[in-house]
């Protein structure tokens, strides 16, 4: 049995309906909507918004400093309010054609251990051959797409040479300057 088809086998097997109730979008927990993207994905939200970069997507919340001065983050998330994600407007996501991977993808995850599963009303319901299929696709999709990321961040990080005291965001493409 090839890859997807696996995979597929296995969500079919948990079960998944999403019942659209917006538990995902909204901080039930430290971290918990937190919403990693990429470069290409802000780009995608930005253009299908209108919005800017800056207005959309934060630095992931944690850093690593130097000793020299400078601290840095690897990546982007999706710019949240108190309680939720910027984009869930009465119990509805605003941009659900143009959303990340992650969420286009949840509660399922791919690890370095196979598949992962995290908590979600909708688990154990009903899905279709066809839907479990789709999202066993989307899910090697966005492990590719991760992988690529995470190589990309690694390759910039090894050839920075940053000084002084300011903060960095370091994604596929670089690294952008928040502070300093």
């Known amino acids: 049995m090839d890859p997807e088809s696996a995979l597929a086998a296995r969500i079919k097997a948990i079960g998944f309906r999403c019942r659209q109730c917006g538990e995902c979008c909204r901080a039930v927990a430290r971290e918990s909507n937190l919403v990693m993207v990429g470069p290409t994905e802000i780009r995608r939200i ?3 918004t209108g919005r800017k970069w800056r207005e959309i997507a934060e630095p992931y919340p944690e850093f690593l400093e130097d000793g020299q001065g400078t601290r840095f983050t690897f ?3 999706l710019t949240r309010t108190a309680d939720r994600c910027m984009f869930l407007e009465h119990g509805r996501c605003t941009i659900y054609d ?3 991977w992650i969420c286009r993808t949840y509660p399922f995850m791919l690890g ?3 598949l992962m599963v995290f908590e979600c009303p909708g ?5 279709a051959d066809t839907e479990a299929r789709a999202l066993a696709h989307a899910l090697l999709a966005r492990k590719r797409a991760e992988d690529e990321e ?3 961040i690694k390759a ?3 050839t920075m040479r940053p ?3 300011r903060t960095l965001v370091i994604d596929s493409e670089g690294h952008t300057t928040i502070h300093g």
């Not at 688990?123 to 899905?127: E, S, T």
């Open 46 to 48: 930005c253009g299908a």
């Open 163 to 165: 000084s002084g005291s």
């Open 123 to 127: 688990l154990g319901g009903n899905i």
């Open 75 to 77: 990546g982007w998330c």
């Open 150 to 152: 995470y190589a990309a």
């Open 112 to 114: 370095e251990e196979g």
């Open 156 to 158: 910039h990080f090894a």
């Open 98 to 100: 143009h959303r990340p």
